[in-house]
Protein backbone atom coordinates (compact mmCIF):
# COMPACT_ATOMS: atom_id res chain seq x y z
CA UNK A 1 0.00 0.00 0.00
CA UNK A 2 1.34 3.44 -1.05
CA UNK A 3 -0.16 7.27 1.02
CA UNK A 4 -2.52 8.22 -1.46
CA UNK A 5 -3.40 11.47 0.22
CA UNK A 6 -5.91 13.19 2.96
CA UNK A 7 -9.69 13.04 2.04
CA UNK A 8 -10.97 16.84 1.49
CA UNK A 9 -14.81 16.11 1.12
CA UNK A 10 -17.72 14.02 1.38
CA UNK A 11 -19.89 14.51 -1.80
CA UNK A 12 -22.61 12.61 -1.22
CA UNK A 13 -23.82 9.67 0.48
CA UNK A 14 -21.03 7.14 -1.42
CA UNK A 15 -18.59 9.45 -2.89
CA UNK A 16 -16.02 11.74 -1.37
CA UNK A 17 -12.50 13.59 -2.96
CA UNK A 18 -9.02 12.43 -2.12
CA UNK A 19 -6.21 15.61 -2.57
CA UNK A 20 -3.11 13.41 -4.26
CA UNK A 21 0.39 14.45 -2.81
CA UNK A 22 2.07 12.96 -5.59
CA UNK A 23 0.64 9.62 -5.97
CA UNK A 24 -1.80 9.24 -8.74
CA UNK A 25 -3.17 6.03 -8.83
CA UNK A 26 -5.41 3.67 -11.77
CA UNK A 27 -9.32 3.96 -12.13
CA UNK A 28 -10.58 0.58 -10.48
CA UNK A 29 -7.82 1.14 -7.77
CA UNK A 30 -8.76 0.15 -3.97
CA UNK A 31 -8.45 2.96 -1.44
CA UNK A 32 -7.56 1.65 2.12
CA UNK A 33 -8.19 3.40 5.41
CA UNK A 34 -5.57 3.72 8.44
CA UNK A 35 -5.97 0.23 9.76
CA UNK A 36 -5.94 -1.55 6.38
CA UNK A 37 -9.63 -1.41 5.87
CA UNK A 38 -10.81 -1.54 2.27
CA UNK A 39 -13.50 1.39 1.99
CA UNK A 40 -13.82 2.01 -1.55
CA UNK A 41 -12.65 2.33 -5.34
CA UNK A 42 -10.85 5.20 -7.46
CA UNK A 43 -13.78 6.33 -10.22
CA UNK A 44 -12.55 9.21 -11.28
CA UNK A 45 -9.03 11.55 -11.45
CA UNK A 46 -9.12 15.22 -11.96
CA UNK A 47 -7.44 18.69 -11.71
CA UNK A 48 -4.15 19.54 -11.55
CA UNK A 49 -0.91 16.74 -12.65
CA UNK A 50 1.12 17.85 -9.68
CA UNK A 51 -1.40 17.24 -7.45
CA UNK A 52 -4.98 15.55 -8.59
CA UNK A 53 -8.05 15.23 -6.51
CA UNK A 54 -9.36 11.37 -6.71
CA UNK A 55 -13.12 10.50 -6.40
CA UNK A 56 -13.18 7.60 -4.53
CA UNK A 57 -16.70 5.27 -4.27
CA UNK A 58 -17.41 3.56 -1.58
CA UNK A 59 -19.35 0.31 -0.90
CA UNK A 60 -21.13 2.01 2.35
CA UNK A 61 -22.18 5.61 3.05
CA UNK A 62 -19.53 7.58 3.97
CA UNK A 63 -19.72 9.53 7.15
CA UNK A 64 -18.86 13.22 7.47
CA UNK A 65 -16.13 12.60 9.95
CA UNK A 66 -13.66 11.02 7.25
CA UNK A 67 -12.87 14.56 6.22
CA UNK A 68 -8.89 15.42 6.93
CA UNK A 69 -8.73 11.28 7.16
CA UNK A 70 -5.02 9.49 5.81
CA UNK A 71 -5.78 7.11 2.98
CA UNK A 72 -3.83 4.75 0.93
CA UNK A 73 -3.82 3.15 -2.35
CA UNK A 74 -3.73 -0.23 -3.35
CA UNK A 75 -3.21 -2.26 -6.73
CA UNK A 76 -6.36 -3.73 -8.01
CA UNK A 77 -5.91 -7.54 -8.56
CA UNK A 78 -9.24 -8.60 -8.81
CA UNK A 79 -10.67 -11.24 -11.82
CA UNK A 80 -7.40 -11.56 -13.18
CA UNK A 81 -7.26 -8.31 -14.97
CA UNK A 82 -3.98 -7.57 -14.55
CA UNK A 83 -2.57 -11.20 -15.53
CA UNK A 84 -0.57 -11.73 -18.69
CA UNK A 85 -1.49 -14.09 -21.04
CA UNK A 86 0.17 -15.72 -23.88
Known amino acids: ?4 GTV ?5 EK ?3 VRSDS ?3 EVNDFVYGARNN ?8 FGPVECPYIVVVSGESVLADIVGKKV ?4 NFRNG ?4 RS
Open 81 to 84: NRKR
Open 38 to 45: KIGLVRRI
Open 1 to 4: MRYL
Open 8 to 12: EAVLG
Open 23 to 25: LVP
Open 72 to 75: YCGG
Open 15 to 17: RFV
